[in-house]
């Protein structure tokens, strides 16, 4: 179950309009003005400016050894909460090992597509007026709500080699289809609501015949980490070679193959034979093509596929999926219950946040590690759901609703900030000042970055009849220090 899917069958219409000049850029090989060529390279560039839109920017990543005699390939990366930086931060030690530009941008954020197809025009132009860069190689990069954008980006443009898609797939109105197969590298953490789905989504592409590859991270709904990335681009560099796109390098393939295998042998030695199966089957189709190893792995696949232990891990982990969508089922079923409701919502309010506080409950006395995982993905998908539809009532200025759910939020995930943050600004908003502060003292106490967050206190608007409470004022003072 998914409950970021940002991208509308009209929406996705919109893209492809949008984006049609973005398509006529990668089909042109746009000279980069060398006078303007001067970024810092080797090093995370927070923002650079658009020449011709001031008003958009980007995180920038070129490597140390960047030369404007050749076209490098280039990932445009999109994060959810338009923090340009975060995906570049964590894609720079992979760009600087395979030779890849990265630009994030400062713009695109989960939302209306208007937005967000004006950030990735913005950087696309940007970047191509002033780097070389190889339109052969274009990457989409993205997490969560962005994921989707990235997909639907490269169905409407078809000027990428490849999407990386973090913690969600395509869009739900947009589906991978076989007439139109790129790339594509899967993430996902083994806490992450979305797993099921990321899951699912990896077998379908492999029945419609996609190249893909899917690497599980422990972790939450997150950008995956640096490791992961390394993992991408070199997959990517795998994908290029096998396209033609880059020229083959067979010492590097088989460096991949070696590691390859040695990540399906850890598996197998650790017990886990169903993971060391899929590892084999991944990498064989990976190399198939490239390597002669990959009749090798393709063996090893079928032989472990025989095995009891690899039938059982398939079954377990449907079953898992499974279990996961029906214990969010039951209280998301309650949520649209309660959000459709005309009449009196107290007991409709008190049996959701009941069976939130029983889920908690049963995750908390969960002894089985795999059981656990299952818990805490369903009451992240709740605390999500519950998050969304907060901010939906609180944009439609319904203040009384959206602290509803965000209490819901709160409840669902206890040592989150961020929903007692969301739940104060909607109990600011409703005229109930004193759950506000007490709500703001609770998100206080479980924030990991004191100064953001009293940074945050001081420009948050709806906190402006709050500013002469002794207590908000103590709020602020780790913001003052910082001045």
């Known amino acids: 179950m998914s409950y970021t899917d940002s991208v509308s069958s009209r ?5 492809a309009l949008a984006i049609f000049c973005v398509r006529g850029l990668a089909r042109q090989n746009v000279s980069p003005n060398p006078a303007r060529e001067r970024f810092k390279a080797g090093a995370v560039i927070p923002k650079v ?26 990932v445009y990366a999109f994060d959810p909460l338009a923090r340009g930086a975060a995906p570049v931060a964590l894609m720079k030690e992979a760009a600087e090992r395979y030779g890849y530009i990265v630009a994030g941008s400062n713009n695109a954020r989960n939302g209306t ?5 004006e950030a990735a025009q913005a950087v696309f132009r940007d970047t191509h007026a002033r780097l070389a860069i190889d339109n052969r190689r274009i990457y989409f990069a993205g997490f969560s709500g962005t994921a989707r954008f990235a997909a639907s980006l490269e169905q409407a443009c078809k000027c990428a080699a490849g999407v990386l898609l973090v913690g969600a797939g395509f869009a739900t109105s947009s589906p991978p289809a076989p007439s139109a197969a790129f790339p594509v590298f899967l993430a996902v953490g083994t806490l992450d609501f979305n797993y099921g789905e990321v899951v699912d989504l990896d077998a379908k592409l492999g029945s419609l015949h996609y190249d893909h590859a899917l690497c599980r991270f422990d972790g939450p709904h997150e950008w995956a980490p ?23 390098d067979m010492e590097f393939v088989k460096e991949q193959a070696v590691e390859a295998e040695q990540r399906a042998e850890v598996l197998a030695l650790s017990g886990d034979a169903y993971g060391s199966w899929e590892e084999y089957r991944q990498d064989a189709d990976t190399f198939d093509g490239l390597l002669d190893v990959a009749s090798s792995f393709r063996e090893r696949a079928a032989a472990l596929e025989k095995k009891k232990a690899v039938r059982d891990g398939a079954k377990l982990e449907g079953e898992e999926i499974e279990e996961q969508s029906r214990l969010t089922a039951e209280i998301a079923s309650g949520m649209e219950d309660l959000r459709q409701s005309l009449g009196n919502p107290g007991h409709l309010r008190d049996e959701i946040a009941g069976r939130i506080s029983d889920l908690r409950s049963r995750a908390a006395r969960e002894k089985n590690p795999r059981k656990l995982l299952v818990d805490r993905r369903a009451l992240a998908g709740v605390f999500m759901l519950a998050i969304e539809t907060g901010h939906a009532f609180l944009q439609a200025r319904r203040f009384s609703e959206s602290r509803m759910y965000f ?19 909607a109990r600011a908003l409703d005229g109930d000042r004193k759950g506000a502060i007490e709500a703001l003292l609770a998100a206080a106490k479980k924030s990991k970055d004191p100064a953001a967050f009293s940074t945050w206190l001081a420009k948050e608007p709806a906190f402006a009849k709050l500013r002469d409470d002794p207590q908000f004022r103590a709020l602020l003072a780790p913001a003052k220090n910082t001045r």
């Open 11 to 15: 929406a996705f219409f919109c893209i």
């Open 49 to 74: 400016i658009c020449s011709t839109q001031p008003d958009q920017s980007y995180a920038l990543y070129v490597p140390s050894y960047y030369s404007h005699s050749k076209r490098w390939p280039i």
């Open 113 to 117: 597509l208007e937005p967000l197809t």
């Open 226 to 248: 640096a490791s992961v990335m390394e993992g991408a681009f070199a997959w990517f560099r795998l994908m290029a070679m096998k396209e033609g796109r880059e020229e083959r």
């Open 407 to 425: 209490d819901f939020a709160a409840s669902a995930e206890p040592g989150s900030a961020a929903a007692l943050q969301e739940l104060a600004i």
